[in-house]
């Protein structure tokens, strides 16, 4: 099997997977450039242009197959895909990150008091009006233990989740969350219907049942193997959007090469992408167009042991001054990645844009310059020193980057040693501390749940953070990071937590490689989908149709 | 024969599955950490917190009784999850066999019987396409008869059985093609070796007319071997499926075994090699059977040299 694309999830509390695999090109087609030049994702398009034609089909590529539809079990590109595309969440993150109104608006009468009201005529998929009591019981699922969904710890903060009349919804928390909003704005806020899951049972989200949700799309089968498909919604509650393809089919193709050859055979219309080796042929290929995305998620450097050399942070320093980045975005991502300033992805400043852009502009960009790393070594007198990155040569792009990390040590004298583990044994530095005692540190691709750089950011430098392996702590980020989650003005939020980025991108508690962009590969003939990475928690497709010129 | 044959392989299968490095509910949460509250439930559901033989025998008794599991990863009977993809497998291996029998054997006893150019050739093609493993042939037909010339489609099952055999085609010939070149030369051997034998010489030079000397003399004797290394080669077909479902993107039985062994899910890699040892002990047992109608000096039970 060649090119196969491995993804592996991993440790998240509020945020944050885990995708082992990196990627691609880019093809500038700015139909909806980001304003301004001095945005930190110029260039970048959030959306390719709405779609005019109906489409009889489309199929849609994920790099394996969909596992379950349940919201409370969507972990990874597949599942989240497909939920988002058939499903809504309380509140809607835009392709440009922004949280505005999804099936309910909300207002904030205190910092601990959030209100939902459910927008009039919300109705699933069977015309049953959205209640007050759905939303209560959709969002209890996530904590309920007899379920072991994946995301019960993004409600730590939450006292009680009430219907306090038939359209409306009081969640009260226990100190005031401003990252809570963001969450129910992705997986996590999914609204189905109670009587539906009641009725199904164990098998809701399964193959064997069937799921009910709002969206534009609605389920029409789930059939492993041959992918999950969904039908235009003729009765979607919001009457401004008119979906245009009869049947969506999202199908599981593993291989790289079999991808390929779909897109440029028109087998496959459709996929979001990272880590296509054959990305330049898509692009020169006339039945294909390729749009480059803001992407929120980061490739990184996990540091996960604080006791070794890397533990002086001049060391971590020199090493970041000595990787070759601009040489991963070529070679690896064949130029669909960003030179790095901070640890998050510029494509997650979802709030406070303004303030967030100024200050990462403000932040220097991480070159390569050996001359000041060798002097760092030097001052650190840890020259001829050891360390150990875990990685997986099967893993073609994790390998590619401890490639370059070599490199980097070699350059200035640190030895740095490769330990390579299988790729399906790659999952366990994440999540068993045995594996981890052996190395430094190893590569991830991690993103978080929504458009905010604390969102990854509090995974790996919060005392309790679920990425936080080599218990870093420093006060002055974690009290930004606090004070950031309890304020409620966006652009005061934006400060803090630019202030704790901007620390985090000198004392490197994770070194940030390059931040990849989210590519949007589509056949010719269709058009309309979301190119950001807001993909994977709101709906992608509703301006997704033909381009009326065949 | 078949019973012990399942009975020692689903043991060994679902050990080396236990031994194995990884932890199916990392695998189903994608290393999300869990509440230990949902761990706990999770074990408790797949009796994955029970001793190894406990683990086993829990399995096999519920096998026994016709119920295979449920997979961890998709929640649905294991039984269920087989059928629907049983007959792409079937239909690949079957179409495969096909080509290799007839495109084999007759390419075999056609360059048995006759020298020259035809022989010649076919002895250099036998001897490249016996060494390209069935994923390259899988790259080179996608790109030459997918993508070039667009005359069958890349990667999917079709809806309809004339929309399924185009759809297999490409499959079944790049999961044929080392074996067909393996069975087309020892087809040719033995074909070659029985036109040397005594009795052939001495048929042909009482006159005997050539067609009966070659269906009753030749093609008789030279069978048994070709019979061998047919049964050999289509019973790996079985295992090889895998790597040609995954290339064409097949909804068949050898890709999901090789997506649920990397997710840990027991139940499904156990289904699914019953079923593979099963079609594999069955392929064995027609060939024996085979024997035993071309040489009545074998009788079933004993084996051919």
């Known amino acids: 099997m060649t090119g196969k694309r491995g993804l592996l999830g991993a440790a998240a509390g509020a945020a944050a997977l885990v995708l082992v695999a990196a990627a691609c090109g880019r093809s500038a087609t ?27 089909s489309v199929v849609w590529a994920v790099y394996r197959d969909v596992n379950s539809l349940d919201p409370i079990y969507a972990f990874d590109y597949p599942e989240n895909t497909a939920d988002s595309l058939m499903c809504e969440s309380l509140l809607r993150q835009a392709p440009n990150g922004s949280i505005g109104p999804g099936v309910a608006t909300l207002s904030t009468p205190s910092p601990t008091t959030l209100v939902f009201t459910i927008k009039p005529g919300v109705t699933f998929w069977n015309g049953d009006a959205v209640t007050a009591d759905d939303v209560v019981y959709s969002l209890d699922r996530n904590t ?70 709002t969206g534009p799309y609605m389920f029409q089968s789930f059939k492993p193997g041959v992918g999950v498909t969904a039908i235009a919604n003729p009765h979607y509650w919001n009457s401004a959007v008119k979906p245009l393809v009869k049947s969506i089919l999202i199908k599981g193709i593993s291989d790289v090469n079999t991808f390929t050859s779909g897109m440029l055979t028109g087998a496959v219309q459709g996929a979001y992408e990272f880590g296509i080796p054959t990305l330049d042929q898509l692009k020169s290929s006339p039945n294909v167009k390729v749009y480059d995305g803001p992407g929120w998620s980061t490739d990184a450097f996990i540091i996960d042991n604080l006791k070794g050399p890397l533990g002086d942070v001049r060391v971590r320093q020199a090493l970041s001054l000595a990787l070759d980045r601009q040489g991963i975005i070529d070679s690896v991502y064949k130029g669909a990645a960003l030179m790095p300033r901070w640890q998050s992805n510029p494509g997650t400043f979802g709030y ?110 919060l005392p309790p953070g679920s990425q936080n392996y080599d218990h870093y702590n420093n006060p002055k980020i974690t009290s930004d990071l606090d004070e950031a989650r309890g304020t409620a003005d966006p652009n005061k939020r934006a400060a803090l937590v630019s202030d704790a980025e901007k620390i985090a991108a000198t004392d490197l508690p994770w070194i940030p490689n390059v931040q990849p962009t989210n590519l949007l590969v589509l056949n010719k003939n269709v058009t309309g989908a979301v190119a950001s990475f807001a993909y994977m928690f709101a709906p992608w497709a509703d301006n997704l149709g033909g381009t009326g010129s065949s | 024969m078949l019973l012990a044959s399942l009975l020692v392989a689903s043991f060994v299968i679902f050990a080396a599955m236990y031994l194995a490095p990884g932890n199916p509910i990392a695998a189903l949460s994608g290393g999300r950490s869990l509440p230990p509250s949902s761990i706990k439930v999770l074990e408790e559901r797949y009796h994955l917190n029970e001793p190894f033989l406990v683990q086993y025998w829990y399995w096999l008794k519920n096998a026994l009784h016709g119920n295979l599991g449920i997979s961890i990863t998709l929640r649905e009977n294991v039984s269920t999850l087989i059928a629907s993809r049983i007959w792409t497998t079937a239909g690949l291996v079957l179409y495969a066999s096909v080509i290799i029998l007839v495109v084999g054997i007759g390419l075999g006893v056609l360059s048995g019987l006759r020298h020259g150019a035809l022989d010649t050739s076919t002895l ?56 067909l070149a393996i069975v087309a030369r020892v087809t040719r051997a033995s074909v070659r070796e029985e036109s040397n034998r005594e009795h052939v010489q001495t048929a042909v030079s009482r006159g005997i007319p050539t067609r009966q000397v070659i269906w009753r003399h030749i093609l008789r004797n030279a069978a048994i071997p070709v019979t061998t290394i047919s049964g050999i080669t289509i019973a790996s077909l079985i295992a090889v499926a895998a790597v ?37 002990v069955v392929v064995n047992v027609l060939v024996d059977i085979l024997y035993a109608v071309l040489d009545p000096r074998v009788s079933l039970g004993s084996r051919a040299a």
């Open chain 1, 30 to 56: 700015p139909t909806t450039p980001s304003p301004g030049a001095s945005s930190a994702t110029a260039g970048l398009v959030t959306t390719s242009p709405p779609g005019t034609a109906p489409v009889d």
């Open chain 1, 144 to 213: 309920d233990p007899k379920l072991a969904g994946f995301y019960p710890a993004v409600f730590n903060r939450v006292s009680s989740i009430q219907a306090t009349s038939s359209n409306q919804v009081t969640i009260t928390l226990k100190q005031p969350d401003y990252w809570l909003p963001g969450e129910l704005a992705s997986i996590p806020g999914m609204v189905l219907e109670k009587s539906f899951v009641e009725q199904q049972g164990k098998n809701y989200g399964t193959p064997a049942g069937k799921i009910m949700c």
């Open chain 1, 352 to 461: 406070g844009t303004s303030v967030f852009d100024a200050a990462y502009n403000s932040s220097p960009v991480m070159t390569q310059n050996i001359t000041k790393a060798k002097q760092l070594m030097q001052e650190a007198g840890a020259a001829g020193k050891t360390i150990t990155i875990g990685m997986s040569s099967q893993l073609a792009n994790i390998a590619a980057v401890a490639g370059a990390y070599q490199a980097a040590g070699q350059a200035i004298g640190l030895n740095v040693k490769l330990k390579s583990v299988s790729a399906q044994n790659y999952i366990n530095f994440f999540i068993d501390p045995k594996a981890r005692a052996g190395v430094d540190g190893f590569m991830t691709v991690n993103y978080g749940d929504y458009a905010d750089p604390a969102a990854l950011l509090s995974t790996f430098v």
């Open chain 2, 124 to 179: 250099v093609v036998t001897a490249v396409s016996a060494a390209i493993p069935a994923f390259v042939a899988a790259i080179v037909l996608i790109l030459l008869f997918a993508v070039k010339l667009g005359w069958f489609p890349a990667l999917g099952n079709g809806t309809s059985f004339l929309s399924n055999l185009q759809h297999l085609t490409l499959p079944a010939f790049a999961l044929a093609v080392s074996s």
């Open chain 2, 244 to 280: 040609v479902e995954v290339a064409f993107s097949l909804n068949g039985l050898g890709a999901f075994l090789v997506g649920s062994a990397q997710s840990k899910d027991l139940a499904v890699v156990q289904g699914i090699s019953l079923v593979l040892v099963t079609a594999f």
